[in-house]
């Protein structure tokens, strides 16, 4: 007991993230030597066994009691209203999930990965009865398990292709490296064939990736994420990769990351390497090339690598200024090599509208780490300048006790109630049954505020959230899955949540962009609408984060009320003749808005007043 007690205290006393972390190491295992030595003693004590029998009853009681979905079940303020039953989703699991159009009708359909290592299942949305229904058959040649998805058309015929990703940590029975599957329809039914591509063979931890056009030639690149390299005695961090594409076809051009690839030889390891967990891209300096965001965990600094022009080698590269612009790690473990967090995403968006891009940045706090350990922030950009600067603001979603945790596994921006102000919902896992669905609604003065338990919303344990406008009526919904983490008795539900918020006060548009030259669902283009009451800017991603899920095409704009559009300026994601990034402009005063609109943008400057599949060709 004096051995449990010094340990506690060192926890508590030290101020070495390393020492304390062995301390806690120390801590727990002794708690579990003298448990199991109480627990030989108890069986030889009759009346103390029944106290612990009574006290294990108590327990399961408790545990029975754990709500796993929202903590309400009626909402307190307007919002969403659940209805995974009447979309057909009851009994689906999901910890990962996809809004697609994987069968090329024009209707987003869903697939989801029931657990974090699993085979895909796909559900056709039916927009006759309004209801998710499940494919019968396997659209792959073979079943496999994935870590994670992306769907995205490579070969610009106008079906989305997909990237199976996995993780290959020891869990993983199978391991795989990056595979390419080739979408297509055959005889009515959704088929995905491998495509022999020059992606490495190689396993390796395989976290994310992110897809865009880097050098905007109009083929679809590829940045890989690595993790942790677990096969030696001890993990080590793996270098990330950048692929460049043209099709079906790749080429490793991973020197064009500054300095990621350089090999220590008597050390037999990669210095500058990272274990980054999530990815994702934009268009920071806002000169039309897109940026990457990379999320690293342990402790290691992120890193922002800024997509410039090399005179020498007449190339596009990338130079790390994440320690320059502040998105590295908070002030705090600025001298430490290990002072930053266990970073799960950096996602941009300009949620104050003044047309410099701001990131949400997600973090996983223990409550045994130290206090210069990062916590989840809003990285407020401050300057049109180069680098780019960020004011960094913190917050604690403490529950009131003294020892918390935090998971911030995934966030997305989106406007929820069409004010025009970009609000944030966030999947806080892995601490039940604490860890919950947060949905920051932001406020006139660009304030956040979490109204997720007053719209009876935070359900436990959140994984995988998507942003979609399923049913078409302008209104973005979303779908949450739910995974186990420590609390094997979760089930991982799906819950559907439905846009309720009325129509009678603010509008919005969606803008669906097709590319000629540039990549088919314009991935990478940079948006500003200008309006009477406000200008508001947005980057179009595909995903954002560690093993990613993925939102709907397209970028919707919340318009408030009393409010009259003038144009809208395109950044394509492809060159012009002169060699610059492409820019149209497109002139908005002859679209008149009731409640919604959808218009379609083509790269040739052609503007359609309904949402199309295509452009016409000249």
Request: with cysteine; glycine share 8%.
């Amino acid at each position: 007991m004096f051995v449990i007690t010094m340990a506690m205290a060192l926890i508590l006393s030290t101020t070495n993230k390393r020492a304390r972390a062995w301390a806690f190491i120390l801590f727990t295992g002794l708690l579990s030597l003298n448990g199991c030595s109480s627990k030989k003693k108890l069986s030889q004590n009759p009346s103390l066994r029944e106290g612990t029998e009574k006290f294990s009853k108590e327990r399961s009681k408790e545990e029975r009691q754990v709500i796993y979905g929202p903590t309400s079940n009626s909402a307190k303020v307007p919002g969403f209203e659940n209805k995974t039953l009447e979309y057909g989703l009851h009994g689906q699991a999901a910890t990962a999930l996809y809004a697609v159009d994987f069968d090329n009708d024009g209707f987003t359909d869903l697939v989801t990965l029931p657990s974090h290592y699993s085979s895909p299942r796909f559900f056709r949305f039916n927009n006759i009865k309004n209801v998710f229904e499940p494919l019968l058959y396997n659209p792959f040649p073979e079943n496999f398990r994935a870590s994670f998805l992306s769907f995205a058309d490579f070969n610009r015929d106008g079906f989305l292709d997909v990237v199976v990703g996995t993780l290959n940590q020891r869990t993983e029975l199978s391991k795989y490296p990056l595979r390419l599957f080739k979408g297509r329809k055959f005889r009515g039914k959704v088929r995905y064939n491998e495509e022999k591509t020059d992606l490495p063979a190689g396993i390796v931890p395989n976290s994310s990736v992110a897809i865009f056009d880097y050098d905007l030639d109009g083929w679809l690149d590829i940045y890989q994420a690595n993790w942790y390299n677990v096969k030696g005695a001890k993990p080590k961090a793996m270098p990330d990769r950048l692929f460049k594409g043209k099709g079906f076809t790749f080429k490793d051009v991973s020197i064009l990351l500054k300095d990621e690839h350089e090999f220590k030889k008597p050390l037999k390891l990669y210095p500058n390497a990272r274990p980054s967990f999530g990815v994702s891209t934009c268009d920071i300096d806002q000169n039309g090339y897109p940026d990457i965001l990379v999320a690293n965990s342990s402790g290691y600094e992120n890193k922002l690598w800024m997509n410039v022009n090399n005179r020498a080698i007449k190339s596009r590269t990338f130079k790390d200024y994440a320690k320059a612009s502040g998105v590295a790690s908070d002030i705090d473990g600025d001298y430490d090599p290990l002072g930053g967090g266990n970073t799960y995403y950096l996602n941009c968006s300009d949620y104050n509208n003044d047309g410099i891009f701001d990131l949400a940045v997600g973090e996983l706090f223990h409550s045994y780490d130290p206090e210069t350990r990062d916590r989840s922030s809003i990285l407020t950009g401050s300057t049109f300048g180069f680098p780019p600067k960020f004011i960094r603001t913190e917050y604690h979603m403490d529950d009131g006790k003294i020892s918390w945790s935090q998971g911030d596994r995934r966030a997305s921006w989106f406007d929820y109630n069409r004010d025009g102000l970009q609000d944030l919902i966030i999947d806080n896992t892995g601490f039940p049954p604490n860890s919950r669905l947060i949905l920051f609604m932001q406020e006139a003065n660009h304030a956040f505020m979490d109204v997720s338990e007053d719209m009876a919303i935070n359900s436990l344990n959140p994984s995988g959230t998507i942003i979609a406008d399923f049913n078409g009526d302008g209104r973005l919904d979303f779908v949450t899955g739910q995974t186990s983490i420590r609390n094997s008795s979760i089930k991982g539900q799906i819950f559907f949540y439905e846009n309720q918020m009325d129509f009678s006060k603010n509008k919005s548009i969606t803008f669906h962009l097709i590319g000629q030259r540039a990549n088919r669902n314009a991935i990478g283009s940079s948006l500003i609408l200008k309006t009477k009451n406000f200008q508001a800017k947005k980057f179009l991603s595909l995903q954002e984060g560690g093993l990613p899920s993925q939102n709907q095409a397209g970028a919707y704009f919340g318009l408030g009320k009393n409010n009259k559009l003038y144009s809208v300026t395109v950044k394509w994601p492809v060159l012009n003749i002169q060699g610059y990034p492409l820019e149209k402009t497109y002139l908005l005063n002859k679209v008149k808005i009731k409640k919604h609109a959808d218009i379609t943008l083509c790269e040739s400057g052609k503007i359609i007043y309904s949402k199309k599949k295509s452009c016409p060709k000249n």
